[in-house]
């Protein structure tokens, strides 16, 4: 029971189209079997409902699209009027193919914009709306999920763009309220076995999900397997819990070897 008491937001938490469980899921399951009251944001509502669901111990759902500064000042103060505080900020949104990313030379203005806005944009605007309510509490944990792309070789550049942009915010968000008592980290997942990661590419390629996975597969040191949504909801539990008490600012890889092995 890491988190017991403890009022969590993620938004993020549906599920994307595909096999198997998207990070956002899980760690909302995650955190609600460590006794967070969890509230489930997306901008589909029924599947953010599902996740809910799935999570049990209390947990809500609240429809927000991360393009719209007032969506999410709006489910940030849900759960302020629903459990009177935010303890656990989780921005677990990201898009790459799916918003028509590209490399540098054929990416669009459309395409730039429309993933900026939602990979960095929207955890931008969702940190600005957290942070007058954990500072007037003097407590909270910031957390997001960046990307391994942010400092491996990348194709595609909206994706690679904003995943390192959030890792300079994550470090200024950190520094500029530590005295409040609120930490701010990021994770870096690697090759993950999600239906975003992989089903995605499986509808962009007109590839089998097989030979999808297995070439991902192929490129992880550790058990030559990708890792999966669990690997990344323990290490959001771990960042949120009071165990990392003493760590901010930091980006912790979920890659199974795979930046040590690029170096």
């Known amino acids: 029971m890491r988190l017991v008491n403890k009022i969590a937001i993620i938004i993020g938490a549906g599920q994307s189209p595909g096999e198997g ?18 509230i489930c944001v997306d901008r589909d509502l029924a599947s953010a409902q599902e996740t809910a669901t799935l999570a049990g111990h209390g947990a809500s759902a609240f429809a927000a699209d991360v393009t719209h500064e007032a969506e999410l000042a709006a489910a940030l103060a849900e759960t302020v009027r629903l459990h009177g505080r935010v303890d656990i900020l989780h921005y677990n949104v990201g898009m790459s193919l799916a918003g028509g990313d590209a490399s540098p030379t054929e990416i669009t203005e459309a395409a730039f914009d429309r993933v900026t806005a939602v990979n960095l944009r929207g955890f931008v605007m969702a940190v600005k709306h957290a942070l007058p ?16 792309a942010a400092v491996e070789s990348y194709p595609y550049v909206a994706y690679k763009t904003s995943k390192a942009a959030m890792l300079a915010f994550t470090e200024q968000v950190a520094i500029q309220n530590a005295s409040y008592g609120i930490r701010c980290n990021t994770i870096l997942p690697g090759l993950m076995d999600t239906p975003m990661a992989v089903d995605t590419r499986v509808r962009h390629t007109g590839k089998p999900r097989a030979e999808i996975a297995a070439e991902r597969d192929a490129k992880v040191p550790l058990r030559r397997r990708m890792g999966t949504a669990w690997d990344v909801a323990n290490a959001a539990l771990f960042l949120a819990s009071d165990e990392a008490g003493f760590i901010t600012g930091v980006a912790l890889p979920v890659d199974g070897g795979r930046l040590v092995q690029i170096g």
């Open 21 to 38: 469980t998207g990070n956002g899921r899980a760690t909302a399951i995650r955190f609600a079997q460590e006794g967070a009251r969890v």
């Open 133 to 148: 309510i954990m500072r007037a509490q003097e407590s909270g944990v910031i957390l997001s999920i960046s990307s391994a």
